[in-house]
């Protein structure tokens, strides 16, 4: 291999291969989205397009060589304060000592859960509106609804 | 009682919304006083919301979510933020929600026939997904409601005819392509800046300074681009215009004021609250000007396409294009004249189009047919209806006192200021533009004449004369028309205390 190209594999793609991961993917949905005739095709083109994106939340949360971040002291030391003035410090403490490099970043997957809804949701949607497309056109094709629309002032 | 009006705004339509769906089994007929009662609470909530920030005891309302206590670091919980601006918008979409309904008292059944407890139930979801827009300040969030009034709103243009369905997807697809594209830039400022809370994030972004980093450039084109296809900005429109038209009429009437310019709302609070006019307008001298060309072209193409037109309705959506340029282009002259005109022609255009959109649905209601020629003679026929035409008609061609006039008066200020010629001769253009496709309706209305029509819905009418069937429709209708004609000359009249408000309070966000 051209020893360029070798450097620029070793360089850019392998340390961020996740990002690479998910614009590829991502492209693929875009491109599936628009340029396909089927609205089928278009559905699936936009959920590879939205999953892309959960996985590039995802990515980001992970660190090396992370544990889920279940923490499992820091609840029953906390219970234990009573009075409430010195628990700021006592929880600010806590934080100290937890250490942060051991846990992934959980809000990153939180948040995904709420998009994976939204997709799940959107797409449901969409599949219902093309249900309703074909009984009323007969077709799920574009270019042949776009034609029979054509004789009644297609606009 | 005050602060915790934000979330009672967004509380009262989610709870009617749920009402209406378990009402409608048993009940239908009591969908709309339900839904009448709910959104006019909203709204009154939203009024004295706007009261009470203006009297300045709290210029800021903030609200926390879940009850998260206030840390000394990061914002941890979501957060809602209601200053003026953001009241004076709630107020206008829980209003507008509020008098479409009365609107859709006769149109829901007969439109939506057998599904009109689920119109209510999303026109409420929808309006709540609009509250919550304007009010949260946490990006993702953001992102979150943005899919919820997409959802709802996808579903209430596929409840219309055929072509309906077939534009209601192809927004789908628009809007899921404009709605991932603002999560990804909201994931690329959280990748920098480890917050998801707006204020955070500034402050975060002012701290370490990153104003320079690739990421942070890249998160802002992201974000621009999605909200921008949200908003139909001139080379994203695609969707907006069938989706508009073909939706049921009440649908229509009410989506297309709003749906816009809360989109534009969202992209002014991305370019002042979160990375500041500075980085927006300084870091990038380019942008500025190539955006202002962008939406020069959005105002000349949106108002010929809308000039090529035969079609009432068609006409009305591509003027959306255009104004939707207006704001774009305002908002992105780098002066504080220019935000404030953008902010209040938010304002002003969804009164006008609101106005505008209600007469043209009475008017094809009756006459039964869309095309410009089915105006021949109206004003003898519908006088009531065209006096609220003509004043929504004058505003789009910008006569004072209507609010389009001065909307037009501080963009235009603003552009001159700025030395931007290209975006005043696009303004004055699309006046022009405008002024031939009005005063072309009302000549036919006022001088054409009454040509052979069909009937319309309501058969009662026995007469055979064409000339007397055609009559003004029940107040249910004509009300709200004279609402939003009445909000178009207050809107006007107001100007200039609004215009200060305004002004005041994003120049207290860029100092």
Known sequence: MDPIIATFIEENIVPNFNYWIYVILMMIGLYAMI??????????????????????????????????????????????????????????????????????????????????????STLGLALAISQKIYKSFGTLEEDEILNKLRPGGHD | MTEHFPVLILLVPLFGALIVVLLGRERPDQCWVTSLISLGVSSLISFFTVIAVLSGKVQTLRYRMGGWPESDGYEVGIELRVDILAALVVFAVTFVGFVNTIYSKTRAGAEVRGKVPFFYALIQLLIVGLCGIVMTNDAFNLYVLIEITSLTSYALIAMGNRRAALSSFNYVIMGTIGASFYLIGVGYLYIKTGTLNIDDIRMVLEQKNLWEHQSIIVAFIFIMLGVWTKMAFFPLHGWLPNAYAYA?????????????????????????????NEFVYSSQPMWGEIVIWMSVLAIVAGSLLALARTDIKKILTYLIVAEVGYMVGGSWLADGVGQAGAFYHILSDAAMTFCLFIAASIIVLRVGDSRVNAFDGLFRKMPLTMIGFTVGALSMIGLPPTCGFFSKWYLISAGIEAGHWGYVCALIFSSLVNAVIFFRIFERAYFGKISGVKEDHFPSDSDANPDIRIKEVPWSMLVPLFIASGSVLLLGIMNRSLFEWIQAALKMMNT
């Open chain 1, 35 to 120: 340029t396909k005739n089927n609205l089928i095709k278009k559905l699936i083109g936009m959920a590879i397009f939205q999953t892309a994106i959960i996985l590039f939340y995802v990515s980001v949360g992970v660190k090396d060589a992370a544990n889920i971040p279940i923490i499992s002291h820091h609840g029953s030391e906390h219970h234990q304060m009573t009075d409430l003035s010195s628990e700021t410090d006592s929880t600010k403490e806590i934080h100290n000592t937890i250490d942060k490099d051991k846990y992934a970043n959980p809000l990153p997957h939180v948040l995904m859960l709420t998009a994976i809804v939204v997709g799940v």
């Open chain 2, 248 to 276: 049921p009429s009440m649908t229509g009437t009410f989506m297309a004021p709003l749906m816009t310019k809360v989109m534009v709302y969202v992209m002014i609070r991305v370019m002042v609250w979160i990375f500041g």
